[in-house]
């Protein structure tokens, strides 16, 4: 529960007439767009996930401002959302980058260079694991396996599996995506 009154009270230190500030960049929660998210699944409350995926997609996290107006309509416990929100991985309650850089520790993975490989994002992102970049761009993670240990060690970025990664090849991993 501490975890999560940290989560809210950073977006509430945030929150100015419903937008929260990311990067500089303000994200605006509308109502109606929330709204129509759970419109689209017929207000179901079983639908909970898909609708929590859609509000993901639209502003990168799950803004707290949103959750409420989810528990509100579909007359769901709030902590029940957030307890589904939590349990999930790819759910967020925190501002994602644009990008999203895993970097896998798996046993086979770690023993060919995971953790210098990890390091190497860290230095070259200026932020820790499980942390988003200054200007929002990047969110560095890590995945205890992603299942493709023949080719590891591994890193993914938006869904893009780079192959026997080396120290040498994160500086390039990130220019691609990088925007300057």
């Known amino acids: 529960m501490r975890k999560l009154k940290t989560h809210f009270a950073v977006l509430d230190n945030q929150k100015k007439n419903n937008r929260y500030n990311f990067g500089g960049n303000p994200v605006n929660v509308e109502t109606q767009k929330v709204k129509t998210f759970m419109q689209k699944h017929d207000n179901q409350k079983e639908a909970l996930i898909s609708i929590l995926q859609d509000i993901q997609a639209e502003f990168n996290y799950l803004p707290r401002e949103a959750l409420t107006i989810v528990a509100e309509t579909l007359e769901i416990p ?95 991993i990130i220019k691609k995506y990088k925007q300057n």
């Open 78 to 172: 709030l902590i029940h959302i957030i307890g589904v929100a939590t349990f999930y991985r790819s759910f967020s309650l925190e501002p994602r980058g644009e990008h999203q850089a895993t970097v896998c520790m798996g046993t086979a993975c770690h023993v060919r260079g995971g953790p210098k490989i990890l390091e190497e994002f860290e230095r070259r992102l200026g932020v820790e694991s499980g942390s988003t970049t200054e200007d929002g761009q990047f969110t560095l993670e890590t995945v205890a396996c992603l299942g493709c240990c023949a080719i590891g060690p591994v890193v993914v970025v938006d869904g893009d599996y780079f192959a026997q990664t080396s120290i040498r090849k994160v500086e390039s």
